[in-house]
Each structure stands twice: as C-alpha cells, then as structure tokens.
C-alpha cells in the first residue's frame, strides 16, 4: 500500500466565475513549499441526562475550511495571489514583459478553486470559495524568500481522481532575498536588518443556516497594511518622523538579472515611537511596528506592480 508524501504533492489553482463552483478548466499548477488548508468538522458532546455515566453519541457541529499556503515569491505565480489579495490588475504593454499593477481598496476579490493532490493513496481535495484573508512575507539578508497565504474557503469535496485536468504549468522564476532592496520616500533605507510586509483583507464569515454547515461567503472589511522593520540605530531619520506623527512611502521591490520585477509600494507608512534599548556592547537596534494608511492624494493605500512575460492574470 503507498503511503502519501509530501514530495508527491500537487496543487492546482484557478478563479472562480461563480463563488463556490470549481470551473471545468483553466486550473495552473502552482508551487509551493507547505499547505495547512483542509476542511475540519468537530463533534459536539451529548449534554443529556438519565442514561448512566456513559455518554451518548456526539452530534456533528459546522464545516470550518481555511488554512495557510506557504508559497515562493516568484514572477509569474505570485500574481495569482496578489490577484486573490487585490482583485484583478491593470496590464499594460503589447508584448513581454507585460507589467501588472494590483491596486489596494477593491470592494470585491475574486474566489478560487484550490485542489491539493496526493496521488499515491490517491486522494485529491478540491476546495471551492477560497478567498484570501491574509498575506504575509519577510525581508532579511539570507534564507528562502517565501510568502504565507492565509485562505478562507467554503468546503472540501474529496475525490479518488483529479477535477482540475492537466493544469498548465508556469516557468518558475523565484526571486531571493538577495534580490531585495527598500527604499524611504524614493532614497535607499539604510541599515535594514529585517523587514515584514502583512496585507489583510479581514474577511467577514456568512455564517448562515445551511443543511450542509458550511458558509454562504467571505466578504472583505476593512483592510489592513502593517508591519515591522528591524534597523541598526544610525541616525535620527525614523525617529524625528514617528515623533512628528509624519507619513512617508516606503518600497520593497525585487527585480531579477533577466528583468523580472516585483515591487510593492506602501504610500503612507505612519511609525510609532520606537524604545531605544542597548543590551550589551554590540550594535543598538530599534523595531518599528509600521502602520498603514490610505493616501490621500494617490487615494489608496498600497500599489503592487509586477513585471513578467505572462500577458493576463
């Protein structure tokens, strides 16, 4: 009997037309380094009296889907999840490389069908209305560069064959974090040891009654853009703006020798005050815990662009 493996595993990814309703075609196949998304139903325990100490049989409670994706910042694939992130981005050139431009602030995001395979048992998962609550990924100087998906997803429907055909495979083009670079208000923000980037689109559950437990949709409030940057103490330059409650724009971006580029632009970056610690003889860090905002004159928060030969997302 083969036993599953994760070096055998197989996801597939496509959008939606209808929430909830996996699409007969048009499913990529996606990388990935690690997947927590599954479809959980627990057991209610019997409250009831007057059958002995032994208890009666639990009943079952709701369907909950969701979970985390731990995916490669790469150029061609991540658009898919900066699309589920954004909603559909604006594409501009007649030919590649073709440049993608997610905008921050859609009131509507698009739901996926997202099929996880294990064909040794077999057994292949195919979750409809999944929407993206969460993104999350790091800067520093070393190690793989990879993003977490955090994923809300209406159910699981679990079969012995594949429903997503023979997806089409992307060129993988994986950025690293040597490929990385910050900048402050358009200047190079020096002395960065590490970085983090969170977009949430915190995702309201429609709980409603249904005779098969799982959710009618997730709908997007309001969101959020935050983060921490970890620097060693040189100058006063972040300090003085967290002092003065000031706003500046802040880029992490990535671009690839052969062209390919990601860049991720956040338009009002507030700072708070940060404390000033030294812990020892070695060099002094401070931490800020950024926040957010929407701009007011660009009249969104955040713009993501990326540049790669793929000519619709």
Known sequence: MARAQGARALMALAFETTYGTPPASGFRRMPFASSSLGAEQPLLNSELLGYGRDPLAPIKDAVTADGDIVVPLDAEAFGFWLKAAFGAPTTTGAEAPYSHEFQSGSWTLPSMSIETGMPEVPRYAMYSGCVLDQITWQ???????????????????????????????????????FNGAITRNGTALGNVVSAEITYANNLD?????????????????????????????????????????????????????????????VHAVYLPRPRIEISGPQGVQATFDW???????????CTATLINDIEVY
């Open 291 to 301: 926040q957010a905002a929407r701009d007011g004159v660009i009249g969104r928060m």
């Open 205 to 265: 559950r429609i709980e409603t009654i249904r005779n098969d437990g799982r959710i009618d949709g997730a709908d997007p409030s309001i969101a959020a853009l935050t983060g921490r940057i970890e620097v060693r103490f040189a100058d006063q330059t972040l300090v003085t703006q967290a002092i003065n409650g000031e706003a500046c724009e802040m880029e992490f971006a990535y671009v690839l020798p052969s062209g390919e580029s990601f860049t991720f632009t």
């Open 139 to 177: 800067m520093q100087r070393s190690g793989l560069l990879t993003a977490t998906a955090r994923l809300v997803a209406q159910g699981e429907t679990v079969g012995t064959t594949t429903s997503a055909g023979t997806p089409a495979a992307l060129e993988l083009k994986r950025f690293g974090h």
